[in-house]
């Protein structure tokens, strides 16, 4: 027995709305993985001398894994983190770390020769901080945390001359991912008060 014909036109058709409908999935799908970004920096706590002064380099910043991302990380509670998909830092984290870091070092040294890593030649500088930071997060408490250690080396023979750590705690004065990175630009301006005191 012979099957009925299949008119071309009910064949057409059902291509054309398979199509339809992929093509409506796959716009769907990229509406979804398009969400809207927001971008932050980290800020100093002011401007240092413009010039003058001992100096001074920054770096390398090194960053515990977690924090190795551009996302924004934030531990929802014990042992929990979660990585925030639309809220992320422009740029490097590191680099935006040892910038900061310079500029506060700066102001409280009273010097404004002060460098980031890399930087080219050892001539005019006296001493190098490298920083290992090991937490720099917010938490669901309504906090921004920071742990950080570094090491004072004496240029141009880079002896080791002091080592010490640090953690401490800011509350956000308000909700939101802008006031996390301003708590953490605080922390930030509290560490350089740290390390300024064991820069000899």
């Given at each position: 027995m012979k099957r009925p014909p299949t008119s071309a036109c009910g064949t057409s058709c059902l291509k054309r709305s398979l199509r339809r409908y992929l093509f409506l999935a796959s716009s769907l799908l990229a509406v979804g993985?398009?969400?809207?970004?927001?971008?932050?920096?980290?800020?100093?706590?002011?401007?240092?001398?413009?010039?003058?002064?001992?100096?001074?380099?920054?770096?390398?910043?090194?960053?515990?894994?977690?924090?190795?991302?551009?996302?924004?990380?934030?531990?929802?509670?014990?042992?929990?983190?979660?990585?925030?998909?639309?809220?992320?830092?422009?740029?490097?984290?590191?680099e935006n770390i040892a910038r900061v870091t310079a500029v506060n070092l700066g102001r409280r040294l009273g010097t404004g020769n002060v460098r980031t890593y890399p930087w080219v030649g050892d001539g005019e500088l006296r001493h190098q901080i490298s920083v290992d930071i090991r937490q720099f997060h917010g938490t669901s408490d309504g906090e921004a945390v920071l742990e950080a250690a570094w090491r004072v080396y004496s240029l141009p023979d880079r002896r080791m001359s002091a080592a010490s750590s640090w953690s401490g705690s800011e509350p956000l004065r308000a909700d939101g991912y802008d006031e996390l990175a301003a708590a953490q630009s605080r922390l930030l301006a509290r560490l350089a008060g740290e390390m300024a005191a064991t820069v000899k």
């Amino acid at each position: 027995m012979k099957r009925p014909p299949t008119s071309a036109c009910g064949t057409s058709c059902l291509k054309r709305s398979l199509r339809r409908y992929l093509f409506l999935a796959s716009s769907l799908l990229a509406v979804g993985c398009a969400a809207p970004k927001s971008y932050y920096f980290l800020s100093a706590e002011g401007p240092a001398p413009a010039s003058g002064g001992i100096g001074i380099g920054v770096g390398p910043v090194v960053l515990a894994s977690y924090l190795d991302r551009s996302n924004f990380v934030f531990q929802e509670g014990g042992n929990r983190m979660a990585i925030v998909e639309s809220h992320r830092w422009a740029g490097e984290l590191e680099e935006n770390i040892a910038r900061v870091t310079a500029v506060n070092l700066g102001r409280r040294l009273g010097t404004g020769n002060v460098r980031t890593y890399p930087w080219v030649g050892d001539g005019e500088l006296r001493h190098q901080i490298s920083v290992d930071i090991r937490q720099f997060h917010g938490t669901s408490d309504g906090e921004a945390v920071l742990e950080a250690a570094w090491r004072v080396y004496s240029l141009p023979d880079r002896r080791m001359s002091a080592a010490s750590s640090w953690s401490g705690s800011e509350p956000l004065r308000a909700d939101g991912y802008d006031e996390l990175a301003a708590a953490q630009s605080r922390l930030l301006a509290r560490l350089a008060g740290e390390m300024a005191a064991t820069v000899k």
